[in-house]
């Protein structure tokens, strides 16, 4: 694990002495047995993995710093070799802190982990990197008036994509946003924002950004509404310049304290740097890119909905997205579903459904990529500290491109403290609700 990653995790780890947030985490470790672990169409082979685990999620809701992390860090070691054993990390964790109240505020997000370089290949360590998105900065509010406020931001960025890319960069960003409150539930505003961004390597162009827009904004106790219009421009050093029109629209309503619906629609000129970040911070379907300096323009929808009674919850989120580039022949249409349902069927016992399934069509290469993935498993409390869990999972790739297809099969037996199960559920609240750091 590379250093700069390592700073991310201590950023999430070395907060938790500050302050009094809610702390859980565990330790576990799993037995997994695959039927493909090389995930082929031909000639499979079984592998079996041995897999310790640590899980944690901090939260902290009041106070002058405020934020979430989600965290876990696991080694799997392939008992036949099939493959090299390898670490597996994710982190995503967003903090503000007020430094001066109501003047002074400090941000910091940060999203790391062994993610994929290029979406088009499988999901395998081969073809995945530890990369780091960092985004930190201080934002300094003036008032005039109960109803008037302008907010002045700079903001660092850094993404850094391992040894085996040449995509190393630096963003540097201004903004100056003006709000004007017309009534408790309406404001209007609006931003000028530029930014730089600066790659490590000399063969690839540094670029400028510079947008400007409008917002609209109502929110009541269970419904609030955003509408933001406007202009970007990406300016590179070398070559021309690509302008285009920056919108979001969205709207979540909760239906009851247990019941909630948010759609969204986002369109903008962006990059697989600022995305990765922003799917890790918001919500939703993650989506894995195709690792690039490009940029494009981007076309994206998405739906998420979540209900939850005294024994059933579940969770449905839809995300279809274009990304238009503007120089790579990188082109795709994505579609994504994710479904999960759970059920207390006692006290100590809890099953578990999920699946996933996208649609991904790379338009340059004329290709088209279905996968999915169906997983089941079973949770028992044996006491305050321990658990076990079994299950399985069933997964696959149907493609037009040569011998991309497979199905792979996994069984897997898991024990482990109590706070893992703890840790990893707050963790998924959070991540669907978009309120990591929130």
Known sequence: ?????LVGLLLCCGSLPMFAAEVLGGISGRYEHSNNILQVQSGEQDEDMLIPRVDLTLVEESG?????????????DYRNDLAADETRYGLTTAWSASIIENRLMWVLEDAAGRRLVDSRELDIAENRSDQNQ????PDLTFSAGARDELTLSARYGNSWYGDALSFDNQRYTGRAHILHRLSPISSIGAHVEHGRTEFLRDQVADFDRDEVAIELSRGVTRSQIR????????TPEEGDGYEGSLGIVSWRQQWKRSFF?????????????LEAISNAVEGGVDIDFVVSNDIYQLNSVSFISGWKSSRWSADLTVRAETQDYKVQPLDQEITAVEVGVSREISQQTTLNLY?????????GAGRVDR???????VDHIFSNLFYGAVGGSYGGRNSNAVDADFRETIVFVEFGLRGTLLARERGRELRRDGQVGY
């Open 355 to 363: 699946g996933d399934g996208s649609r991904s069509k790379f338009l």
């Open 1 to 5: 694990m590379n250093i700069r990653v």
């Open 64 to 76: 002058r710093v405020q934020g979430s992390g989600i965290l876990y860090v696991e080694h799997v």
């Open 371 to 377: 996968e999915f993935e169906l997983n089941l498993s």
């Open 261 to 273: 619906s948010e759609l969204r629609g986002d369109w903008r000129l962006t990059d697989t740097g």
């Open 227 to 234: 509408l933001e219009l406007g202009y970007n421009r990406v």
């Open 134 to 137: 960092l985004v930190t900065g």
